[in-house]
T-cell receptor
């Protein structure tokens, strides 16, 4: 069935370094790829998304890249700060009219001051 | 500002009890979702509803049912709770435009079944 693989499951970086989280998807019909951030004890919130007709999108310190041929997409966070510490989930839309999301298993990012 | 609320933040129930988890959204969204979140497993879709009185099974519907009698409210029902249903349950809503519309999540209900 459809699947989204996310790596790594945990990531620890020093403040100011960059962090990269990678996801691969299996459904060729997926055309929307959001990223959610979940801080400890809080609800997941959308931080950035990308559609299949775009290869890269940036929003200040975060960027997402998409390689449709290889079926993978990545989240890049530059100049990391302690408040970036959270669990990050990637997701891919399912094919078909419902367009529900399939989520990856999450990456716990720790930014050390 | 979208607001999605869930009836309880923490809930403790006994095996075999019938459990109701409720979710309310105030943005007139068509679509609503129930997920369960377990460490190392991410968010898994239990059921979703794209309109009032409509429901579709997600990836892990076994042991659950849902009800959507009003547009703003989506209930998850555990007919006979079991210990393997101990989990964090997240509700979400989105407009009817399709997958590219943002899903907004509720704060979650941490359910413990003893």
């Amino acid at each position: 069935g459809e699947n989204v693989e996310q790596h790594p499951s945990t990531l620890s970086v020093q403040e100011g370094d960059s962090a990269v989280i990678k996801c691969t998807y299996s459904d060729s019909a997926s055309n929307y790829f959001p990223w959610y951030k979940q801080e400890l004890g809080k609800r997941p919130q959308l931080i950035i998304d990308i559609r299949s007709n775009v290869g890269e999108k940036k929003d200040q310190r975060i960027a997402v890249t998409l390689n449709k041929t290889a079926k993978h997409f990545s989240l890049h966070i530059t100049e990391t700060q302690p408040e970036d510490s959270a669990v990050y989930f990637c997701a891919a839309s399912r094919g078909g009219s419902q367009g529900n999301l399939i989520f990856g298993k999450g990456t716990k990012l720790s930014v050390k001051p | 500002d979208v607001k999605v609320t869930q009836s309880s933040r923490y809930l403790v129930k006994r095996t075999g009890e019938k459990v109701f988890l409720e979710c309310v959204q105030d943005m007139d969204h068509e679509n609503m979702f129930w997920y369960r979140q377990d460490p190392g497993l991410g968010l898994r879709l239990i059921y979703f509803s794209y309109d009032v009185k409509m429901k579709e099974k997600g990836d892990i519907p076994e042991g659950y049912s849902v009800s959507r009698e009003k547009k703003e409210r989506f209930s998850l029902i555990l007919e006979s709770a079991s210990t393997n249903q101990t989990s964090m349950y997240l509700c979400a809503s989105r407009e009817a435009g399709g997958p590219t519309d943002t899903q907004y999540f509720g704060p979650g209900t941490r359910l413990t079944v003893l």
